[in-house]
């Protein structure tokens, strides 16, 4: 496979960037890549915190006026650590400081979770009857909101009637 920027050397580096949820592949030769910024070789290489700093900050400087510099000194009330500690070191002091920085934590995971927040993986056969029902139950509610926006009344109906037939499910489970 040739390189997709220059068209002249064979591809010898694979990029794959996953944003929101959109995947692109790219294929370059390793002088496109240094040129494009895609690879850089730092003089003292890459450490296990460089990796993690990088997942944990954005990609760019953060200019000292800007009102983000604020923030970098939320503190948590229990622990007192900081959401900049927080940031260099990769794990939270205590409970309290998934609280207190709630409103960060989110394009973090995003970042490191590939775009996604929500955990959707597998649920145990004999252990996740009720987790699969409950699935089931929220992504029909979502269904219902949205038919009822649309105003697909008769179709909402339906859907009703399968949540509730879910949730009787649910009771006769606990009893």
Not at 6 to 23: E, I, M, S, Y
């Amino acid at each position: 496979m040739e390189c997709q920027e220059c068209h002249k050397r064979p591809a010898t580096l694979h990029f794959t960037q996953v944003v929101n949820g959109d995947k692109t592949e790219v294929y370059v030769c390793e002088v496109c890549a240094k040129e494009k910024g895609y690879m850089t070789y730092p003089e003292e290489g890459y450490s296990l915190h460089h990796l993690l700093s990088g997942l944990f900050s954005p990609s760019f400087e953060i200019q000292q006026d800007t009102p983000r510099q604020e923030t970098e000194e939320l503190q948590c009330p229990k622990c007192e650590m900081t959401l900049s500690k927080f940031k260099q070191v990769g794990k939270f002091g205590c409970s309290q400081c998934y609280q207190t920085f709630e409103e960060y934590l989110d394009p973090i995971f995003r970042r490191v979770h590939s775009g996604n927040t929500a955990h959707h993986g597998k649920i145990p056969a004999r252990k996740g009857g009720d987790m699969r029902i409950k699935k089931q139950v929220d992504a029909y509610r979502e269904e219902l909101q949205r038919l009822i926006k649309n105003e697909a009344f008769e179709e909402a109906a339906t859907v009703r009637d399968k949540i509730k037939e879910l949730e009787k499910e649910l009771g006769r489970d606990d009893a």
